[in-house]
């Protein structure tokens, strides 16, 4: 099987035993432990179409690894192909027409790198080792979302690889059904090898804003940072935490902060913002640091790390009742307190996101006003049930206050998570996709929309 491979593709082939087969195998989260019985170490598109039609002829689960932030590690099939991107890294930039091109096994951190040295950049996400296809296949949430869109709503163009092994290039004017699926309905259609993605000017300094208080002040803080969120400009996304991992001053208990995160043409703008919130409560503890936009976009990296086993439920919550606000810090308990409990945060959503119509896009939930996600990781595997049913428990007692899902932050739902993620006339319209260019499911390790004939 190998050999034919190695004589198709000109990227390195993979097997168990050899050099650096374990590596390519390793994801973001250590639960997984798959063994794929070859690993396709893409270097071209051509690469890309060879092992798909190879993977397809042969009936081989084909998983599609980039960045391998997939909770579940769809990307690393077990015993069969493994398509990995990572070879495919490049991102080129024209500033004068403001476009990058992106080729489909790029992290985010590439792009950034690429872009804002001529003071451009896009929508991308809050952790710069993920890939650039996963996110943006999901719909793409980050700080600059509220001035631009979602990372997917600033896509011009697409170079994919279908279920048959056939190359397209895919935009409004070519293949416009597949442009609408592409934009949130995830990795169900084909691998892409290339994005092109609109550029916007924006300055290099950013502004991170966090108070800290315990559990006694956070509901106040929560309800009026909520408020004021109402009113925010679209250069401020709020956020707010949750979690055991608070500040020293707070010696181990459990703490919540409320805050935003600026990224906007004038610093200055933020500070009304800074004194409304300080006006809420009396902080514990604050952070309020500015730094440079490539620093912001790489916050998150050392926790966000790779030497963790990880799990996460998320929703879209359109209003954030004020027993929403109770359910979010008591994290799934009577009183906000226990060990092994995972932390949690709120994300603010609205202004150029919602600009674009709900149907524009597969991206569903467009009128949600923020993102939930409370994630938990650990080392130990004998932790698993507890922290997964602890995690569980959290992520359902938010779910009365729901709107949906985010497919990017969808873990083991199954179909009853896709479902959530879409309403019915859009999956109705995905489905439809899905017969016309994967009638086979070849690309299945994913959320995954099935054909209607499966």
């Known amino acids: 099987m190998t050999t034919l491979l190695d004589d198709t593709i000109s990227g390195q082939v993979l097997r168990p035993g050899d050099d650096g087969y374990d590596r390519a195998r390793t994801v973001w989260n250590a639960m997984v432990d798959r063994r794929p019985g070859t690993i396709a170490r893409c ?29 579940l590690g769809l990307g690393v099939p077990e015993d069969g192909l493994m398509l990995d991107l990572t070879p495919m890294g490049a991102v080129r930039v024209d500033p004068a027409r403001r476009r990058a091109w992106v080729e489909g096994g790029a992290l985010l951190g590439a792009l950034d790198r690429e872009s804002l ?45 279908t279920a048959a092994g056939e190359v397209i290039r895919v935009s409004a004017d070519e293949h416009p059904d597949l442009y609408w699926g592409l934009r949130g ?7 892409v090898t290339e994005f092109e993605f609109q550029l916007h000017p924006v300055v290099t300094d950013a502004l991170v804003v966090e108070l800290y208080v315990g559990l006694d ?26 979690g055991s991992s608070g500040p020293a001053e707070l010696e181990g208990r459990p703490a919540a902060y409320a805050g935003l995160v600026w990224a906007g043409t004038d610093p200055a703008g933020a500070e009304p913002l800074v004194r409304a919130l300080r006006g809420l409560c009396r902080p514990v503890a ?45 994290r799934g308990t009577p009183d906000g307190h226990g060990d092994r409990l995972p932390n949690a945060s709120l994300q603010a959503y609205g202004g150029a996101i919602a600009d674009m119509p709900d149907d524009a896009t597969a991206f569903s939930h467009r009128a949600a006003r923020f993102e939930f996600v409370s994630a938990t990781r650990w080392t130990d595997p004998g932790e698993d049930a507890v922290r997964m049913a602890a995690a569980r428990r959290y992520g359902d007692s938010l779910a009365p206050y729901a709107t949906g899902m985010y497919v990017n932050a969808l873990s083991d739902e199954g179909t009853a998570g896709v479902r959530q993620a879409y309403p019915a006339h859009k999956l109705a319209r995905l489905t439809a996709l899905k017969d016309a260019y994967d009638p086979d ?4 390790l994913n959320h995954n929309i099935r054909p209607s004939g499966r």
């Open 43 to 71: 270097a071209s598109t051509a690469d890309v179409a060879a092992a798909v039609r190879f993977a397809r002829d042969r009936g081989l689960e084909l998983g599609v690894r980039c960045g391998g932030h997939s909770v």
């Open 117 to 161: 040295p001529h003071g451009l950049a896009t929508t991308a996400g809050n952790v710069s080792h993920t890939g650039v296809g996963g996110l943006t296949l999901g719909g793409g949430m980050g700080w600059l979302a509220r001035q631009f869109g979602l990372a997917c709503d600033n896509v011009v163009s697409y170079e994919v690889v």
């Open 185 to 191: 309905g995830g990795g169900n259609f084909g691998v």
């Open 217 to 242: 002040q956070a509901p106040a803080l929560l309800r009026g940072w909520r408020d004021l969120n109402a009113e925010a400009p679209r250069q401020a996304t709020f956020t707010a935490w949750v």
């Open 286 to 330: 604050e952070r309020v640091e500015p730094m440079a936009y490539v620093d912001l976009q790489r916050m998150d990296d050392t926790v966000e790390g790779h030497a963790f086993r990880r799990y996460w439920k998320g929703h879209f919550l359109r209003e954030l009742t004020d027993d929403a606000v109770d359910a979010f810090l008591l």
């Open 441 to 444: 499911n070849v690309f299945h």
